[in-house]
């Protein structure tokens, strides 16, 4: 069984920045992705930084050069660097883990983004 524990988030105002991190226990191999997504209210979840198969990162348009997405794989965990923060960025981070033999989400934490 694989569990995820994010920390990190909170209220920050435009142009700060945040760091969140997600933790993965259990059994981990044959990451096909890791990394993060985020819904806004009224929106559908949606793709914000993420490592492909092959080590590969792949942004969303609206947080290159802002977000940067890290990992430790000794520690089976994955960071997000949100600098340059926007009111626009305000959403639930979740953190996910897609295996071969499964599709694993953390519990998601809402980040606040204050003008």
């Known amino acids: 069984q694989v569990q995820l524990v994010e920390s990190g988030g909170g209220l920050v105002q435009a142009g700060g920045s945040l760091r969140r991190s997600c933790a993965a226990s259990?059994?981990?191999?044959?990451?096909?992705?890791m990394g993060w997504y985020r819904q806004a209210p009224g929106k559908q979840r949606e793709l914000v930084a993420v490592f492909t198969r092959g080590g590969n990162t792949a942004y969303a348009d609206s947080v290159k050069d802002r977000f940067t997405i890290s990992r430790d794989n000794a520690k089976n965990t994955v960071y997000l660097q949100m600098n340059s923060l926007k009111p626009e960025d305000t959403a639930v981070y979740y953190c996910?883990?897609?295996?071969?033999?499964?599709?694993?989400w953390g519990q998601g934490t809402q980040v606040t983004v204050s003008s």
């Open positions: 259990g059994r981990i191999f044959s990451v096909d992705q």
């Open positions: 996910r883990f897609a295996l071969v033999y499964g599709d694993y």
